[in-house]
């Protein structure tokens, strides 16, 4: 981990305006997305992380309060949901300077995601892209 990520977050950088007490609470409710929902991690590029997630209008509700609420702190994050041929996909995008806390991020996600998902894009995450 880098000095931008607080080690005893996870992947929440250190420049979170989140209060301290909330932070344990909404990881949490990051790895329950991510082991409920996530079914592909994929990484396209440095500062680009897809998470491929179970199709719901339940999980689409979620993941869209979920992440409205994560700018509100983190306001470098851009989240883009997409519901579109039956699937349902979130897109975490940073900007150079935080490529570090989406690799913290990606890691969290693959860690807690369902056992039969699967990591693609490994090497964008160390930039070789």
Do not use: N, Y
């Not at 992947?11 to 079914?39: H, K």
């Not at 689409?60 to 579109?84: D, K, M, N, Y």
């Not at 690799?103 to 995450?125: E, H, I, T």
């Amino acid at each position: 981990m880098t000095q931008d990520i607080a080690p005893e977050w996870g992947w929440a950088p250190s420049a979170c305006t989140l209060p301290t007490a909330e932070r344990p609470l909404r990881v949490a409710e990051f790895d329950a997305l991510f082991a409920e929902a996530v079914q592909e991690v994929r990484r396209p590029g440095r500062e680009l992380l897809r998470l491929e997630l179970a199709f719901s209008p339940e999980q689409a509700a979620r993941a869209a309060e979920l992440t409205a609420r994560e700018t509100g702190c983190c306001s470098f994050f851009a989240f883009t949901l997409t519901i579109a041929d039956g699937g349902l996909a979130l897109e975490v995008a940073v900007p150079p300077a935080h490529a570090e806390v989406l690799d913290a991020l990606q890691a969290r996600a693959s860690a807690s995601a369902a056992p039969a998902s699967a990591v693609r894009g490994s090497a964008a995450s160390r930039g070789s892209e």
